[in-house]
């Protein structure tokens, strides 16, 4: 298990991350689906690929390899989003109410998904579950 200084920011443990950032965090989580994500996390995350493929479309197989790329990342950061609202996953499969979902601000404090990300002390429990 790496520790937790080896992978956090110059600045601090859980010192405030610019939107670049936040869009990278569901690549270094790749297939983890366990947890929360907040939604800046998500919607950074969206904004960017909603950009990228924009502006990568115009070369064919760029847009093609960013969308096969971050597929699973889009599922999983998905999934988390919906976890942060106390909801499973499964909702994703409902696509007028997901999006109504998605919208809501997290549950404050802890859920049965995990520790609210939100919070630094509670971030330091997120971050140990997703090591294990």
């Known amino acids: 298990m790496p520790s937790l200084q080896s992978i956090e920011p110059a600045g601090g443990p859980f010192t405030e991350r610019g939107p670049f950032e936040w869009c990278l965090d569901p690549y270094k989580e790749?297939?983890?689906y366990r947890?929360?994500?907040?939604?800046?996390e998500f919607w950074c995350f969206y904004l960017f690929h909603f950009i990228a493929f924009a502006l990568l479309s115009l070369l064919q197989p760029l847009g093609l390899l960013?969308?096969?790329?971050?597929?699973?990342?889009?599922?999983?950061?998905?999934?988390?989003?919906?976890?942060?609202?106390?909801?499973r996953g499964w909702w994703l499969l409902f696509p007028v109410v997901n999006v109504i979902l998605i919208c809501l601000d997290g549950t404050r404090g802890r859920?049965?998904?995990?520790?609210?990300?939100k919070t630094a002390s509670e971030q330091q429990a997120a971050f140990d579950a997703r090591q294990e």
């Open 30 to 32: 790749y297939g983890n």
């Open 35 to 40: 947890g929360r994500a907040r939604r800046k």
């Open 66 to 87: 960013l969308m096969l790329f971050s597929y699973i990342p889009m599922w999983c950061v998905s999934i988390r989003r919906m976890h942060d609202i106390d909801h």
């Open 111 to 117: 859920n049965h998904f995990g520790a609210d990300p």
